[in-house]
């Protein structure tokens, strides 16, 4: 009797330390499906996929309440399902209409896309690649197409990977 009393503690201190040391994880992800009102599954594959530094960094980025975050963090999302997952078309603009059905910008930044490249650096995405389909992407959901680096006139609150990898 006492060995399976032992045995249930030691179970339920597993279960709750699991619970807590995850808990900001799950809560940003939950966060950014929430918004995107899609299933959790989407983002914990690409976590998976980021490998456990980048996917720590990209949860820690998302986490709060900060707004630019979620757009950057559903771009990164969308560059994933887009260059990684499936390329097609129609999973093009299933993704685009996920995006702008949450509010989150329909235009995929350069910013954003050293965004990718730093949280989906374990896949090794190639930057041409990254440039490419930014440029094919943007023509395809806007009338304007890309709009050139610097000729922008809206204010970003974008910060570099490694400049907030430096603060935090």
Known sequence: M?????????????VVGFQLLTAGSRHAAQALSKRLQLPPVHIESMLSQMG?????EFTDYIAGDNEAHLNNGAAVLLIWQVLIVDGSDENTWRWHSVLTRA???????????LLALGFLRQLEPDSQELNALREQYNARVTQQGVELEGE?????N???LSAWRDRH
Not at 2 to 14: E, G, Q, S, Y
Not at 103 to 113: P, V
Not at 152 to 156: A, D, G, L, P
Request: net charge positive.
């Open 103 to 113: 509010g989150f910008s329909a235009t995929l930044t350069r910013q954003q896309l």
């Open 52 to 56: 456990k530094e980048a996917a720590k």
């Open 2 to 14: 006492m060995i399976w009393l032992m045995l249930a503690t030691l179970a339920v201190v597993f």
């Open 152 to 156: 922008t006139t809206k204010v970003s």
């Open 158 to 160: 974008l910060v570099s």
